[in-house]
């Protein structure tokens, strides 16, 4: 159980375009999601949190205009990077907290994204 | 702000070894504290969860203890395998804001044979 699952697992794409990245808790109900960048060998940064049904709620120093967030129903949240750069090139990671659970969060197996 | 570190930074062990990671958090006012395994290019697996009112949690070889006074929790893997080769990641949510966690810096192992 408790199964979170990200598509595409890898993008590539050119500077200037803008990707979508999707976030589904396949087994459960997720009230609250949330996306994380990772740069090379570093730790995970809270990017936003992302509630049902409601705007996202953004770390400070994160745009808002450029990570838009969508989270249309209890199970998927799509983070879309617009217009693209190669310093947006990074691991992002999504995660799933149960709406029955005690806040522990599931996370999904990443997306490589490369800005060419 | 919290912040949480984690030593040391990277770890070489024998296979077979006993080995203890340590992870360290400014803010002892913690709902609760996560460890997780990182395989290269790879998402979070959880490996333990540990409530604030708890001091230990233990998984298979796996023991995790808190000490939230001092700001401290320590992940102690026994009989190390090569299969434990990966980064280890401590994560800590704090009381007022028990949804957001917060990632420690990571401890790199690697169990040769």
């Known amino acids: 159980g408790a199964v979170v699952s990200q598509h595409p697992s890898w993008v590539i794409c050119k500077s200037g375009t803008s990707v979508k990245i999707e976030c589904r808790s396949l087994?459960?109900?997720?009230?609250?999601m949330f996306w994380y960048r990772q740069f090379p060998k570093q730790s995970l940064m809270l990017m936003a949190t992302s509630n049902e049904g409601s705007k996202a709620t953004y770390e400070q120093g994160v745009e808002k205009d450029k990570f838009l967030i969508n989270h249309a129903s209890l199970t998927l949240s799509t983070l879309t990077v617009t217009s693209a750069h190669p310093e947006d090139s990074s691991f992002y990671i999504c995660?799933?907290?149960?709406?029955?659970?005690?806040?522990?969060?599931?996370f999904g197996p990443g997306t490589r994204l490369t800005v060419t | 702000k919290q912040e949480v570190t984690q030593i040391p930074a990277a770890l070489s062990v024998p296979e077979g070894e006993n080995l203890v990671l340590n992870c360290s958090f400014t803010d002892s006012a913690i709902y609760n504290l996560q460890w997780f395994r990182q395989d290269p290019g790879k998402g979070l697996t959880s490996l333990l969860l540990i409530q604030s009112s708890q001091r230990e949690q233990t998984s298979g070889r796996l023991n995790a203890s808190l000490d939230k006074s001092s700001g401290r929790s320590t992940l102690y893997i026994a009989a190390s395998q090569p299969g434990d080769s990966a980064t280890y990641l401590c994560?800590?949510?704090?009381?007022?804001?028990?949804?957001?966690?917060?990632f420690g810096t990571g401890t790199r192992l690697q169990v040769t044979l």
């Open positions: 994560a800590v949510s704090l009381a007022y804001a028990a949804s957001k966690l917060t």
């Open positions: 087994d459960f109900q997720a009230t609250t």
């Open positions: 995660s799933a907290r149960d709406r029955q659970g005690i806040y522990e969060q599931y």
